[in-house]
């Protein structure tokens, strides 16, 4: 079935480190592919999307590039601060389902300043 | 317009005792999914819903679970005679439609004692 796999955390970095969360997936057809954040306490928020192939997702200062020759969906952002300390989900959307969103294990992100 | 509200946000049970956590979606919005978080887990989808309508409850354990969406009034999951396994976070999400993005919850965490 269709999967999520993300990079295991926790990720440790200083303030204003590059920062890269891998994430790969399997599935058929063409998923819409996502990035959640969740901060201490809180439910989850949309970061980023992308929906097909070659779209790039950005938002405060992230950016996500949908490739389907690698199948990947790496977070990325080039200068990160201790506000961005948080949990950090890939998901999908199979193409078969628009309505189940199936998650990554999620990514946990501190900052040191 | 108010986010999604969920409540009670903290929910401590022990065994044997029923849960219900209560979802209330967004003004406007007629699809509530339901997802749950284990310990250092991502999220698992368990149920989708429409007013009066179950659609796809393909994630819900078998027994002891049951979701409901009246007409009227919040969402409703309930887990009869809890067990330790299922402490957890529970978060709801709405949408408008079934083609949209999903808008998540504080999410109720629940303890079995």
């Known amino acids: 079935g269709d999967s999520v796999t993300q990079m295991e955390g926790p990720v440790t970095l200083s303030e204003e480190a590059f920062l890269t969360i891998n994430c790969t997936y399997t599935a058929t057809g063409y998923p819409s592919l996502f990035w959640y954040v969740q901060y201490p306490g809180e439910g989850l928020q949309l970061l980023l999307k992308a929906t097909k192939a070659d779209d790039k997702g950005s938002n405060k200062g992230f950016e996500a590039t949908y490739r389907k020759e690698t199948t990947s969906f790496h977070l990325e952002k080039g200068s990160v601060q201790v506000s961005d300390s948080a949990v950090y989900f890939c998901a999908l959307i199979p193409y078969s389902s628009a309505s189940k969103i199936i998650f990554g294990s999620g990514t946990r992100l501190s900052i040191r300043p | 317009n108010a986010g999604v509200m969920q409540n009670p946000r903290h929910l401590v049970r022990r065994r044997g005792q029923e849960a219900r956590l209560r979802c209330s979606p967004m003004k406007g919005h007629s699809h509530v999914y339901w997802y749950r978080q284990l310990p250092e887990e991502g999220l698992k989808f368990m149920v989708y819903?429409?007013?009066?309508?179950?659609?796809?409850e393909s994630g819900m354990p078998k027994e002891r679970f049951s979701a409901e969406f009246p007409k009227e009034g919040p969402s409703i999951l309930r887990i009869q005679q809890v067990v330790r396994g299922d402490s957890a976070a529970y978060f709801c999400a709405s949408s408008p439609t079934d083609d949209y993005e999903q808008y998540f919850g504080p999410g109720t965490r629940l303890t079995v004692t």
């Open positions: 819903l429409q007013k009066e309508n179950i659609i796809d």
